[in-house]
């Protein structure tokens, strides 16, 4: 018989209308095709045009629908009934809702302006809110880098003016031997995801260093399961083996990085620091003279070797000092193997590999090129091995100085900014000099008289008062953590709380659930947060909280701002902040309205704006009093931070025509909407490699207004910052550390990278390692909220190695007590094959306040689900010196969440079967989301 | 219909990479999402937002510990739907004829206008690739987004599956695999693509590439000559032969 | 499998309702009248009973009369025809036993044919099934026919053909459940093979896809503890067949006594077929399982 089957319509209608913007659903920003049927969004998609996601769309991306709708949305401003923590709050009016915040912030602003504590979490805003805190004078704002990836960012920027994500990637198309560190898959995750695809699709080996063989570590073919904390020392052992085979790039140093400068070796305040000439410029001895000269002179050939004496002092190249550290047997791989926890023959296979496709395998493009010193090359040689890292290695005491040894090892091997190597995103590469020092004056009424955070190029840049205080509320910038670049939003509330180093009147979030799972000691917090005077008036007088969900911050505040969702709002992603750009172009992007808020809810940025044009903040407000800007999109188009340079960098001047600089645009909304949400200007062929040194691209960024006048630099292998603080701790110089930390500084200043032990004080007894990651399909709590992406993963369990399962006879379902120094937690665990004997680990941010997020109280997050956060101090525990140091790196203050060590042992299921320690539930502002889902717009 | 077609004109279907997949669930959602919207009832959601949400996924990613004798546990990501069988045991037990096997392309698809939603299908199906709706009370299964893949109104270059479109690391292919000199079929060739549970003589159309060998380097790299032969045993040694190396730059 | 009730209810009164309609057809007894009409009765009451749950668990009954169309390819087609065949001709017989007296023997014939053919194409249903390696048996469909013929002639009260079909019955009951024991194992088919990674190393199943449960987890994943089963199977098996046999080979007098002790064995017997029959959904694995580490215990 003939077989018949329906005739079905293989051509149905898509959508009425696409509309292209960019996404929220974490910190990726890919492009986004939102399709719209009835004015309703019906499908989200990757924008194929887009520079960061090319098409492609990650799980938390596609299920955007879900958040653009969900039951947690705050829908109207809320004022405080009940205590702090209760969630009982009455719906206020807008009008109500800003004069109550401009009544507690305006009279701060004319008299103690830093008793205002401004601080953003997941913030794509950061130029703008820093803006606004500036002109309020505080200097207590920063967003949520101190507990996130400080120490990578930082790390980068000293070493090499730049780290990974947002910086730099590797070198997809070219690279040969991918290495990944540590836990990468929660930022730039897409790209990167695309990256492996990429090289996976030519069979290029890829190595995974991680204790947990999940996500990106399960497709690398060689699994390096380290114990944590430890990579600085396996890097360096690497340096070592490949040092001592001659195995780096000797040109490669020789002209680019600060191997060759000269340095003081002659006991003294100087000792340690670069000969400079006149001009300030370091100098290295020309092999063709023999005579120092400046690094940047044209035809200079820097000598890695020789040492110059001069005036009875000595002075020799840094890469004496590196030969001297790094070829010490203390590096030898026999001599780390057992702390790593890797077999020494696999680090020299490892070192070997890296070698072979850097040198055996280099790559060669037919390009030109000239560099600073004006010499013409006519290839670009590639050594097509790259390398990733990202919060893994930083979220340890160590983290600064592992990062900047990862930084170190691949510039050795000039692998950076040359093909199939490590690659710069505009505006970087950018030195430190290029990014300003911190400011932290307090001028009543007045705007601060720099940007809050900067990266300190010696002690004379702490944010000090006479007496030695803290001039900034997280005490960053201080002798205990002098480079802390991105700030400390981890000690905000406990320092407030402890009116240390001073007390302040008003906290001010946003997008930061620092009542839950962005806070190290959550319980802890919640009663800080919470925590009353001996009259009866909490300890914190005001709390004003934005965010567009219902998180558990939420019921802490007094005032609740309700923020729009990414799909009704303005915003831009700016190359004055933390752009989208791709290693051969710049790039940034907004968002817009593309469908309108049902709720009574305002962008957070307006909001930010109207406060400001309510207390006619400088820099909001023009010489006639008038608000300069009505909201963000205003803002966005009109505000320029210097002339021509505003938020956008496309579609500039009077008829859109010009990029990077240019007039004011009235119109460049409307051009970015038309080109779907996004501009990209391409960097020009031959300016795509060698960035800090390339003539080309040093041009072309002075056109798109990136720097003002070229900036080539030299990577610095030693960082002569950290030297200087190092220094003051030897007892020279005008600013010193107080004696308790004289000691720390000294070792951990080091200007060459070193390893130390990340192992806490206190952890006699807490054996194993501790780790979190968050899932890929869920960015934090936000994903809880959604109805598709909490099926995925809507409890966590505690994941526990085989070695661990039997030792202590658990098996899957079973529940252990797992206890550190700090707190204890009883949670179910699931056995897990490709990990690390010794380290335990979970998903983050799964588990769930009762009562938050629109869930009802029964859900798996509330009962099953758990934070590892009980069991982290931001303090160590007492050392019997009078003094709590704080469990961070002593560097940059990165809040050390990778370094915990706990105990675990089997014990009964709790008898309500819930993960403990349980929490009371909170009321929720929002009720709770309906039973069933069929989501269908189109009809 | 209800009858296998003794063989069809093309054979459409995936290629799954295990060698490439992260386990990002990107297919899962954006499969979720395309099809809620089109082909047939939505895909439902129940107790979305309570103590035991379920709801209907026409693509699930597994995960899978291999434990090899003699190098470390490896972790599996693995993406699992309907695999388009050849010889498919869902389409011949259906009492309605519902369910089919297209002449055309082979994609297996219900047609829920005649789904009685016995279930009979999924109770066929060795791999859990069909999925009852509790709201509608009919059978779902992945369409290979039939609606998408001769879709005029999409460009081109979209007609492919939403979850191929959408994989960021692309671990998933998608086109003829009748035809042995498409891009698929090689690749399947060429990396030795493999059938799931052959023994139940499904004969699936869609293909999974292993994962690549693992943990080799140590058999693979000489760690000594030439790659890591030192240069100097002692740093004055390193010094010398900097020297040396540097004059000849 | 998921235990589900409608399929229990149907299997087992549809097997016993069919079962005394193949007696009936074949004139045991040879009945007319107001007996006839009681036989009859329980019969359709049984079979047509068991037909109905069977639709419970459909997603829409409405859409049921589709399922005639496709008998060439679907047992569950063939089924569906083999029923309402069966129903059709033995309804006519029944009205010639019944009110007319008549006996047409050659319909009655016909009509036992189908029932049984009903009965069969059940039980085929699910011995189909590869995926289910403990129904994928000859001997599903034998234990399908044997426990209906013998559930059948009990209802028909025709003793002495009893007998020796309920111990038939017993035997293959028992047959079944050793051989199904063993039969995932010995399938060929394990978390190595579904996942095409078995020649790496062994597989173990990791985190599942999603942490919820779904649709095939509840329908295909159906764990009964070993001891709980062993002790079921015991009752089910002194129900559907010892007791029965003990009730009805008691040699009493007194016809009021005896139709006692055969109500007893009759209903004895459905809550013995009905027990086996749970037994016979729950324990029975679906490969699907070894996705979701079923085979972790």
Redesign the interface.
């Known amino acids: 018989m003939t077989i018949q089957q329906p005739k079905i319509d293989t051509s149905p209608k898509v959508s009425d209308e696409i509309r292209r913007t960019t996404c929220y659903m974490c910190a990726c920003r890919c492009g986004i095709n939102v399709h719209m049927k009835d004015g309703k969004v019906a499908y989200i998609e990757g924008n194929r045009d887009h520079p960061v996601n090319k098409g492609v769309l990650c799980a938390k991306g596609s299920a955007g629908i879900m958040q653009v709708n969900a039951p947690s949305r705050l829908r109207k401003p809320l004022r405080r009934v009940g205590p702090r923590g209760s969630g009982e709050f009455r719906e206020i009016e807008w009008d109500e809702a800003i004069s109550t915040a401009v009544g507690w912030l305006n009279e701060l602003h004319e008299t103690a302006p830093h008793k205002l504590a401004f601080f953003t979490g997941r913030d794509q805003s950061q130029s703008f809110t820093s803006f606004w805190a500036q002109n309020f004078g505080t200097p207590n704002y920063a967003a949520h880098g101190g507990f996130c990836s400080v120490n990578m960012a930082a790390g980068g920027i000293y070493t090499m003016g730049g780290a990974f994500w947002e910086f730099g990637q590797p070198d997809w198309d070219h690279t040969k031997l991918f290495m990944l560190f540590g836990v990468a898959e929660d930022h730039d995750s897409n790209p990167i995801k695309m990256g492996i695809g990429k090289i996976k699709a030519r069979g290029a080996r890829v190595i995974g260093v991680n204790p947990i063989r999940s996500g990106y570590n399960a497709v690398a073919d060689d699994w390096v399961g380290i114990t944590p904390g430890t990579d600085g020392l396996f890097i360096l052992s690497l340096i070592h083996v490949l040092m001592k085979a001659g195995r780096i790039d000797l040109d490669y140093l020789a002209r680019y990085t600060n191997a060759p400068v000269l340095v003081n070796a002659s006991d003294g305040p100087e000792k340690g620091l670069f000969l400079r000439d006149a001009d300030g410029k370091p100098l290295v001895i020309d092999r063709v003279t023999g005579e120092p000269a400046a690094f940047d002179k044209p035809g200079v050939r820097p000598d890695l070797s020789a040492t110059y004496d001069k005036d009875g002092v000595t002075h020799r190249p840094v890469f004496h000092l590196m030969a001297e550290k790094y070829l010490s047997d203390d590096h030898a791989p026999e001599n780390v193997a057992e702390r790593c926890g890797i077999p020494a023959q696999k680090i020299r296979a490892i070192a070997a590999e890296i070698a072979r496709v850097a040198f055996d395998e280099a790559i060669e493009l037919d390009q030109e090129w000239t560099d600073f010193r004006g010499e013409k090359h006519s290839k670009m040689t590639g050594r097509p091995v790259s390398f990733h890292a990202m919060r893994g290695i930083s979220a340890h005491a160590n983290g600064f100085q592992t990062c900047r040894a990862l930084h170190v090892l691949q510039i050795l091997l000039g692998t950076v900014e040359v093909p199939g190597g490590f690659r710069f995103k505009p505006p970087y590469p950018k030195p430190v000099e290029a990014h300003p020092t911190p400011h932290g004056d307090r001028r009543p009424g007045r705007p601060l008289e720099g940007p809050h955070l900067g990266f300190p190029r010696g002690p004379e840049d702490l944010l000090l008062d006479e007496d030695g205080t803290a001039q900034r509320i997280d005490k960053a910038f201080t002798w205990e953590n002098p480079m802390s670049a991105h700030g400390l939003m981890h000690m905000v509330i406990s320092n407030a709380a402890a009116g240390d180093p001073y007390k302040i009147d008003t906290l001010f979030m946003y997008m930061a659930n620092m009542s839950w799972n962005s806070s190290m000691n959550t319980k802890g917090v919640t009663e800080m947060l919470s925590a009353k005077t001996e009259d009866g008036k909490y300890v914190i007088p005001h709390i004003i909280y934005s965010d567009a969900y219902s998180s558990e911050m939420v019921a802490y505040a007094d005032l609740i701002l309700p923020d729009t969702t990414y799909l009704e709002r303005h915003d831009c992603i700016s190359l004055l902040d933390r752009p989208i750009c791709e290693a051969d172009a710049a790039a940034d992007a907004i968002r817009w309205p593309v469908v309108e808020p049902d709720r009574d809810v305002r962008g957070f940025q307006s909001v930010l704006i109207q406060l400001a044009n309510r207390m006619s903040l400088p820099g909001f407000t023009n010489e006639d009093g008038t608000p300069k800007w009505k909201d963000y999109a205003d803002y966005i188009v009109n505000h320029q931070r210097k002339p021509g340079i505003g938020p956008l960098a496309g579609f500039r001047g009077e008829d859109g025509s010009k990029e990077g600089r240019g007039e004011v645009n009235p119109d460049q909304l409307n051009r970015y909407i038309d080109n779907g949400g996004f501009y990209v200007a391409h960097i020009p062929e031959g300016a795509d490699y060698y960035k800090p040194w390339n003539t080309a691209y040093q041009d072309w960024a002075v056109g798109m207004g990136l720097y003002d006048s070229p900036q080539p630099y030299l990577f610095q292998l030693y960082s002569e910052p950290m030297r200087k603080f190092q220094l003051a701790a030897e007892g020279h110089g005008d600013r010193q550390p107080p004696g308790h930390l004289r000691q720390r500084l000294k070792e951990t200043m080091n200007p060459l990278p070193i390893w130390y032990e990340s192992d806490q004080h206190g952890n006699e007894g807490f054996t194993v390692n501790a780790l979190t990651q968050r899932p890929m399909a869920m960015y934090h709590s936000w994903g809880t909220q959604n109805a598709w992406l909490r099926q995925l993963h809507g409890r966590n369990p505690l994941y526990v190695p085989t070695k661990l399962m039997r030792e202590h006879n658990l098996q899957d379902g079973d529940w252990a007590k797992v206890t550190s120094p700090h707190g204890e937690i009883t949670v179910p665990v699931m056995e897990m094959a490709a990990l690390n004997d010794n380290t335990v680990w979970t998903w983050n941010a799964i588990g769930k306040r009762k009562g938050a997020w629109a869930l009802q109280e029964d859900a798996p997050e509330a009962t099953k689900g758990f934070l590892l956060n009980h069991l982290i101090h931001e303090l160590l525990p007492p050392k019997g010196d009078g003094m709590r140091w704080a469990n961070s790196d002593p560097i940059t203050g990165q809040a050390a969440w990778f370094d915990l060590k706990v105990k675990i042992e089997k014990t009964a299921a709790p008898s309500d079967a819930e993960s403990q320690p349980e929490f009371a539930p909170i009321k929720s502002p929002v009720g709770t989301g309906p039973k069933d889902l069929a989501w269908k717009v189109g009809k | 219909?209800?009858?296998l077609?003794t063989s069809t004109d093309r054979k459409m279907g995936l290629v799954i990479?295990?060698?490439?997949?992260?386990?990002?669930?990107?297919c899962?959602?954006?499969c979720?999402?395309?099809n809620?919207?089109?082909y047939g009832?939505?895909?439902?959601?129940?107790?979305?937002?309570?103590?035991?949400?379920?709801?209907?996924?026409l693509n699930?990613?597994?995960?899978?510990?291999?434990?090899?004798?003699e190098s470390?546990?490896?972790?599996?990501?693995?993406p699992?739907s309907c695999l388009h069988c050849e010889d498919a045991?869902c389409v011949?037990?259906?009492?309605?004829?519902?369910s089919?096997k297209?002449?055309e392309d082979g994609i297996v698809?219900v047609?829920e206008s005649?789904?009685?939603?016995?279930?009979?299908c999924?109770?066929?199906?060795?791999?859990?690739a069909r999925?009852?709706?509790?709201?509608?009370?009919?059978?779902k299964k992945c369409t290979l987004c039939?609606?998408r893949?001769?879709?005029?109104?999409?460009p081109e270059?979209?007609r492919v599956p939403?979850c191929v479109?959408?994989?960021?690391?692309?671990?998933r292919h998608f086109g003829d695999l009748g035809d042995p000199e498409s891009d698929v079929s090689k690749l399947v060739a060429e990396r030795d693509g493999?059938?799931?549970?052959?023994?139940?003589?499904t004969k699936p159309v869609n293909k999974?590439l292993?994962?690549?060998p693992?943990?080799?380097?140590?058999d693979?790299?000489?760690?000594l000559a030439p790659?890591?032969?030192?240069?100097?045993e002692e740093?004055k040694g390193?010094?010398g032969?900097?020297?040396k190396?540097?004059e000849k730059? | 499998m998921h235990p589900a009730p409608s399929v229990i209810i149907f299997t087992t009164l549809s097997g016993l309702g069919f079962g005394l309609l193949f007696f009936l057809g074949l004139g045991m007894p040879e009945v007319t009248g107001w007996v006839a009409f009681v036989f009859f009765l329980i019969a359709y009451v049984l079979a047509v009973g068991g037909l109905l749950a069977s639709t419970f668990h459909l997603g829409h009954p409405e859409r049921a009369w589709k399922a005639f169309t496709q008998w060439r390819s679907s047992w569950l087609s063939r089924e569906g025809w083999c029923a309402v065949i069966a129903l059709v001709l033995m309804g006519l017989f029944a009205i010639g036993s019944v009110f007319m007296g008549e006996r047409w023997s050659l319909l009655g014939w016909l009509g036992a044919l189908f029932s049984l053919a009903t009965v069969f194409t059940t039980s085929m249903i699910y011995t189909q099934l590869k995926t289910i390696p403990r129904w994928n048996m000859k001997l599903t469909p034998a234990m399908f026919l044997s426990f209906s013929l013998a559930g059948g002639a009990l209802m028909a009260g025709q003793t002495s053909v009893a007998l020796p079909l309920l111990l038939i019955a017993a035997l293959v009951q028992i047959l079944y459940w050793r051989q199904g024991d063993k039969a995932l194992a010995s399938s060929g088919t394990d978390l190595g093979t579904a996942t095409g990674l078995g020649q790496r190393g062994s597989v173990r199943a990791f985190e599942p896809p999603h942490t919820g449960t779904n649709y095939l987890l509840r329908e295909f994943v159906h764990v009964v503890g070993r001891k709980h089963a062993e002790k079921l199977r015991i009752i089910s098996f002194l129900l559907a067949f010892a007791l029965p046999v003990l009730f009805i080979a008691i040699p009493l007098e007194g016809i009021a006594l005896k139709h006692l002790l055969a109500l007893l064995a009759v209903v004895s017997h459905l809550a013995g077929v009905a027990a086996s029959r749970w037994l016979f959904f729950a324990q029975a694995e679906h490969v699907v399982g070894l996705y979701y580490g079923s085979d972790k215990e």
Not at chain 2, 60 to 69: A, F
Not at chain 2, 72 to 78: D, K
């Open positions: 219909m209800t009858q077609p990479d295990l060698d490439t997949c992260v386990g990002c669930h990107a899962v959602i954006s979720k999402g395309w809620t919207e089109n009832a939505p895909l439902s959601d129940q107790d979305a937002y309570g103590a035991d949400p379920s709801g209907t996924f699930r990613v597994h995960s899978y510990e291999v434990l090899p004798t470390p546990a490896q972790l599996i990501h693995f699992k045991p011949t037990v259906c009492p309605t004829g519902a089919y297209r002449v698809l047609n005649d789904c009685i939603g016995c279930g009979l999924a109770w066929s199906c060795p791999y859990g999925e009852m709706d509790m709201a509608e009370g009919v059978m039939v609606d893949i001769y879709n005029e109104n999409l270059v979209d939403s479109r959408t994989c960021p690391a692309g671990a493999m059938d799931l549970m052959p023994e139940m003589g999974y292993p994962p690549r693992k943990d080799q380097i140590e693979q790299i000489d760690i790659l890591l032969a030192p240069v100097a740093p390193f010094l032969w900097l020297d190396t540097l730059l």
